[in-house]
């Protein structure tokens, strides 16, 4: 990402992950078709183009707006090696740039993905609405933002009653640093310290307000299997958005 968000260690993240993003993936493919079944299952007929921020190889990306019947298709993404193999895929364009600093366009985007947790790489909470408030400024009128991110209060990943300590600790002295984690990732045979963030229900939801947009439908998906839930500590949370 070229914003305040990203530094030069997470950019050299992405390039090193390029290689072996077909394999990561896999590993999650239950998880990542639950998501993009409730994406296709909620798109309306006649969206004619698509956005993908933090698109990755843009496998992803240019494979719904196929299922879609969308030729309008931009895929954005932080990394020089990763934006090499979208434009194998022949979008229409390539953006390399950070989910908060998306470039000025006359191109207004029916559907809008930002998948994966892309939202929770993304360092500040300030960066995180500008984020979302880009992705508004992109949206066509009637147009619609598609968001997962990972959650802190997911009891199927992290167990009832580490969840519910979470959630009265949350409650009784809120801190969304408390989202903030750093950890080493194992990529190929290299280990990079990262980090990420873990959004509650109630952090998210007030995000997505400041950027200008609302809830027009949420579901929890489990990590593990893609089960799909309405509780919202069954899972990683996922958004379908629309302007305010």
């Known amino acids: 990402m ?4 990203l530094s030069s260690g997470d950019t050299e993240i992405y390039d090193a992950l390029a290689p072996h993003y077909r394999e990561y993936a896999a590993r999650k493919s239950a998880y990542l078709a639950a998501v993009d079944r409730f994406i296709l299952s909620n798109v309306p007929y006649g969206a004619r183009s698509l956005l993908d921020v933090g698109a990755g190889d843009g496998i992803r990306g240019m494979g719904l707006a196929r299922v879609l019947e969308i030729d309008t298709v931009v895929l954005c993404d932080v990394s020089p090696e ?6 194998e895929l022949e979008p229409l364009e390539l953006w390399q740039a950070a989910a908060e600093s998306l470039p000025a366009t006359e191109l207004r985007f029916d559907v809008v993905v930002c998948l994966w947790n892309v939202l929770g790489h993304v360092r500040t909470r300030t960066a995180r609405v500008q984020a979302l408030t880009r992705m508004r400024e992109v949206l066509s009128d009637r147009g619609l933002i598609f968001l997962d991110v990972n959650n802190r209060h997911n009891a199927s990943a992290y167990g009832a009653a580490r969840v519910i300590g979470r959630v009265i600790l949350d409650f009784v002295r809120p801190d969304e640093r408390r989202g903030d984690a750093t ?33 027009k439908k ?3 998906v489990d990590y593990v299997t893609g089960e799909v839930s309405r509780c919202r500590y069954r899972g990683q949370m996922l958004f379908m958005l629309g302007k305010q």
């Open 2 to 5: 070229d914003g305040s968000s």
């Open 183 to 215: 950890f080493d990732w194992k990529i190929g045979k290299r280990n990079f310290p990262a980090m990420g963030h873990l959004f509650t229900p109630g952090e998210i939801a007030r995000i997505i307000d400041d950027g200008g947009l609302i809830i």
């Open 218 to 220: 949420r579901a929890s």
């Open 82 to 87: 990763m934006l090499r193999k979208c434009k």
